[in-house]
Structure formats: C-alpha cells, structure tokens
C-alpha cells in the first residue's frame, strides 16, 4: 500500500459522487467504528449552509464511517478539500475497527475548534445544526456505505437548520 492512503470519512465523503468530485481514485473498499468518539457538529460552512461534520472525544461512543483507499497524489486535494491550509480541519491517523473486529489504520479529519459534548444528538444547539442538504447527503452515503441500520437511526435523529437550497458544490448531488 505505498501509493495509496486510507482514508476513514464520516460527513459528506460517505456518499462515493461526494467524495469523487476532489478525489477520483478513491475506492470504498469498507466500513469501520472509531471508537472512542462521537459525530458532532460545530463550525458554520458557507459552503453547506448549516454546521459541519466533525469528531470529539467521548470515551462512551463511537462513530461509523466508510473506509477509502486514495491514491497518495489525492492527499494534498483531501487535505484542501477539508479546509487544513485554512485551519478549519487537522488530520489525524486513528485505528478503525472493522465488522469482524480487526484494525485498520486510517485518516480522519476533526475541526480545529473542538467542541463541548453533546450529550444527546438531538440536542444539539440551533447554531450548530447542519443544513437539511448536507445531513441528508451524510445520510445517503451512511445507507450507500451499508453502514449498520442502528447508526441510521441515529443519523436520522440530527436536527438540521432547515436549509434545503442550494449549496457550494461543483456537481448536483441529487439528494433528496
């Protein structure tokens, strides 16, 4: 694996049309939890409309995703994709557990500001909401990615800000 990266994508990339539109040798070759974290949402993205994807700490969640294999020449565009040069994410390496309990090691990215736990998802503050368009995008790619059905119903339990317009995006995503 000297070419390539794994890659572990938990907001938007989850759905394959998403993710190609910066990186188009990336291959979904699975899913996987990172334990040991949970999905959140915090930083206002002029591009969705509504609060971005990102991971914080909580030692009694986790968070499913699917795992990329991209070529090393596509990390530059990811990191760029993800807002690094701009201090909006960093890049970490995490173990990713995969459905039959082996690990593997992936890049995930987690905003620069790290949010205070949300306890309960649905209680998360109107400003820090995401846009109906990119949780129902995060949503798409969970059920593309065959992630587990009980993370859906937690997906589907996000409060989203109501924004169902257009967003910042090169190609139509087509999502409902």
């Given at each position: 694996?000297?070419?390539?990266?794994?890659?572990?994508?938990?907001?938007?990339?989850?759905?394959?049309?998403?993710?190609?539109?910066?990186?188009?040798?990336?291959?979904?070759?699975?899913?996987?939890?990172?334990?040991?974290?949970?999905?959140?949402?915090?930083?206002?993205?002029?591009?969705?409309?509504?609060?971005?994807?990102?991971?914080?700490?909580?030692?009694?969640?986790?968070?499913?995703?699917?795992?990329?294999e991209i070529d090393l020449?596509?990390?530059?565009?990811?990191?760029?994709?993800?807002?690094?040069?701009?201090?909006?994410?960093?890049?970490?390496?995490?173990?990713?557990?995969?459905?039959?309990?082996?690990?593997?090691?992936?890049?995930?990215?987690?905003?620069?500001?790290?949010?205070?736990?949300?306890?309960?998802?649905?209680?998360?503050?109107?400003?820090?909401?995401?846009?109906?368009?990119y949780l129902n995008i995060?949503?798409?790619?969970?059920?593309?990615?065959?992630?587990?059905?009980?993370?859906?119903?937690?997906?589907?339990?996000?409060?989203?800000?109501?924004?169902?317009?257009?967003?910042?995006?090169?190609?139509?995503?087509?999502?409902?």
């Amino acid at each position: 694996m000297g070419s390539t990266f794994l890659y572990f994508a938990y907001g938007s990339n989850l759905l394959a049309k998403r993710i190609h539109i910066n990186n188009p040798s990336a291959v979904r070759v699975g899913i996987g939890k990172l334990m040991n974290y949970q999905l959140d949402f915090l930083k206002y993205s002029k591009r969705w409309r509504g609060a971005s994807a990102t991971i914080a700490k909580n030692e009694k969640r986790h968070v499913w995703g699917a795992i990329w294999e991209i070529d090393l020449q596509h990390m530059e565009t990811l990191d760029r994709q993800e807002g690094v040069p701009d201090k909006i994410y960093f890049p970490l390496d995490v173990d990713v557990i995969l459905p039959d309990g082996s690990s593997k090691k992936c890049r995930v990215y987690q905003q620069c500001v790290i949010p205070s736990v949300t306890e309960k998802i649905e209680d998360l503050a109107e400003d820090r909401q995401p846009s109906a368009v990119y949780l129902n995008i995060i949503k798409a790619g969970a059920k593309e990615s065959n992630i587990p059905e009980e993370y859906q119903q937690f997906l589907e339990r996000v409060p989203d800000n109501g924004y169902s317009g257009k967003v910042d995006i090169d190609v139509a995503l087509n999502i409902n």
